[in-house]
Every structure is written in C-alpha cells, then in structure tokens.
C-alpha cells in the first residue's frame, strides 16, 4: 500500500512523545470534566479547521495511492454531496439524503478494494444494506455513531503509523489505548462522575447532538458530552500536534501532490481559514456550527476508504494482501 513508499521512523520515539501524550490525556479529561460544553465549542472554534487541513494533508499525502485518480474524484464528487445537503435546512429528506451518500462512498470504497475478492465484495455489499436500512430507520443513532466514531479513529492511524516502529510500539499503543478506549469507558459509566461539574443548559443543548436519542434522560447526557469534549480534544492532539511532528514523510508526499501547500502554507491557510470561522463562531455560532459541519465532510469521510485498506489489511490496488508484521 502508499505506506510503504514512505520513510518509518528511524529510531524509537523515546519518552517525550508518550510524556506528551499523558499530560494531554490529563488536561483534556480535567477540562472535560470541569467544562464540558465550554471545551467542545472552544476547542472546536480553534482547531477545527486547522485540524481539517493538516488530517487532509496527512492521509492524501501517506495513503497517496489510495486517495488518487477517477477514485479521488469519485469520493469528491459524493462528499460533495453530503456538503450540500449538511447546507441544506435540517429535514428528513436532507439526512435521509446524506445517509444515502454516506452508504454510497462506502459501497464505491468497497468496491474499488475489493473488486478482485467477490465473495467478500458480495458480503461486504450486504453488511452495507443492513446497515443503510438501521441507518435510515434509526437517523438520530447514525449522525450520533458518525460523531463519536469520527473521533476514535486516530487509533487506526497511529496503529498504521506505529509499524514502522523499531521498538517502544507496545508502549506507545498503550498509551493510545488508554485515551481512546479507556478513558471513554470511565466517562460512560460514571465513574468519574464525582469530579464532573453540574450540568448547564449549554451542556443539555449539545447533549442533543452527542447522546444517543434513547439515552437522554438522566446523567447520560452530560457524560456523553464529556466523551466528545474529551476525545474531540485528544483529536486535535494527534493531528495537530504528533502527526505533523513526527511523520514528516506524510507531508513531504502531499507538497509533491499539491506543491502550492508547501512547508507552512498549510499552516497558514488552515489557521487564517479557522480565524474567519472562530468570527462566525463569536456573531452566530449556530451558523458556524452548520458551515463548520458542512465543510468538514471531506476530511471526515476521506478517512473511509483509507480506514478500510487499513482493516482489511490489503492493497488497494488488489495485486496482493499486505503483508503482515
């Protein structure tokens, strides 16, 4: 696959990274904890977009093999689809519609990895109606599942990075594991409840979007809250911070791809674009959510073909399966 193309680390990682990693851990959970809502909305209002620019430019520059010809512009051409309906009022006919898309890239993901393995193309193909007709019927559970998986997928990339790894990879996978896996756990069942602060009505609005319709009574909605706020944070940590520092090679492949974004104009562009929407943000943040939501759709859903290579294991040009390590 488009990794191994590129350059592993050369030497272990040492304790700054996992150091970094665990305060990180500790300041998000402490302010997810003690500001759920104010950190959701600011953390989204800074980094947003600038984690938007940098996620896009690590997995089109490591996973360059994937994301490339009438494939590329396929998924453009049906992200840019869901961005128009997400620009849409909110109504049945517009998420039923984003719902169709969201099912329709996966099905041309499925199709273009697996295109030379029929029977699993044909059991993939029927998980998928399965899943479209759950989806469909039950809209409030798929946007809520699409939110917080969005978040968790870090660990499928820090896994796919983590190979290249001399030594330190179980320790460092730990560590993932810890924040990803564990921590959420805590937050969902209650655990740290006793350090949580009191719910607030900003808290009860975004709960809405974050908890699961059936679980909105009682307690459960300000821990899910807490669940975004911290894994939203933690997010921005890799793809703001770790990737761009110590997968250097990932950038190099995007600027030959797209050379007018090289060096810190990535930066710049994601940070002046992230300025202009934090002003959006302060005036109307219900606008700036819906513009905001809209225009992250191709980051977020970019992520599915690759994320599909990365489980299956298999290259995606069908010539053989990656090998294993």
Do not use: N
């Given at each position: 696959m488009a990794?191994?193309?590129?350059?592993?680390?050369?030497?272990?990682?040492?304790?700054?990274?996992?150091?970094?990693?665990?305060?990180?851990?500790?300041?998000?959970?402490?302010?997810?904890?003690?500001?759920?809502?104010?950190?959701?909305?600011?953390?989204l209002a800074l980094f947003g977009i600038l984690h938007n620019v940098l996620e896009l430019r690590y997995v089109t520059g490591r996973f360059?093999?994937?994301?490339?010809?009438?494939?590329?512009?396929?998924?453009?051409?049906?992200?840019?689809?869901?961005?128009?309906?997400?620009?849409?009022?909110?109504?049945?006919?517009?998420?039923?519609?984003?719902?169709?898309?969201?099912?329709?890239?996966?099905?041309?993901?499925?199709?273009?990895?697996?295109?030379?393995?029929?029977?699993?193309?044909?059991?993939?193909?029927?998980l998928l109606l399965l899943a479209a007709t759950a989806s469909l019927s039950f809209p409030g559970y798929h946007f809520v599942v699409l939110t917080h998986l969005h978040n968790l997928v870090p660990l499928l990339f820090l896994l796919e990075w983590s190979r290249g790894l001399p030594r330190g990879r179980a320790a460092f996978m730990a560590v993932q594991c810890g924040w990803v896996l564990v921590v959420p756990a805590l937050l969902l069942g209650g655990t740290l409840d006793g350090w949580a602060a009191p719910a607030t009505a900003?808290?009860?609005?975004?709960?809405?979007?974050?908890?699961?319709?059936?679980?909105?009574?009682?307690?459960?909605?300000?821990?899910?809250?807490?669940?975004?706020?911290?894994?939203?944070?933690?997010?921005?940590?890799?793809?703001?911070?770790?990737?761009?520092?110590?997968?250097?090679?990932?950038?190099?492949?995007?600027?030959?791809?797209?050379?007018?974004?090289?060096?810190?104009?990535a930066w710049a562009l994601g940070l002046a674009a992230g300025a202009a929407l934090a002003v959006l943000f302060a005036s109307d943040y219900a606008q700036g959510k819906a513009l905001y939501a809209a225009l992250a759709s191709y980051h977020a859903y970019l992520e599915f073909p690759v994320l599909l290579v990365l489980v299956l294991g298999i290259d995606p040009t069908g010539r053989k399966p990656r090998a294993s390590r």
């Open positions: 990794t191994a193309a590129l350059a592993a680390p050369a030497r272990g990682l040492g304790a700054a990274p996992l150091a970094g990693f665990l305060a990180a851990t500790a300041l998000a959970l402490a302010a997810a904890l003690r500001a759920p809502a104010g950190t959701a909305v600011l953390g360059e093999s994937v994301l490339a010809g009438p494939f590329l512009k396929l998924l453009v051409a049906l992200i840019t689809g869901i961005v128009l309906c997400r620009l849409l009022p909110v109504s049945t006919a517009s998420r039923a519609a984003e719902i169709l898309l969201v099912y329709g890239l996966l099905a041309a993901a499925c199709l273009h990895a697996l295109r030379r393995r029929p029977w699993l193309l044909a059991a993939s193909a029927a900003t808290a009860d609005r975004l709960a809405v979007s974050y908890t699961p319709p059936g679980w909105l009574d009682g307690s459960a909605g300000l821990r899910f809250v807490a669940v975004f706020a911290f894994l939203q944070t933690m997010h921005y940590v890799v793809w703001v911070w770790f990737l761009p520092r110590y997968a250097p090679e990932a950038s190099a492949a995007f600027e030959r791809r797209a050379p007018g974004l090289r060096g810190r104009r």
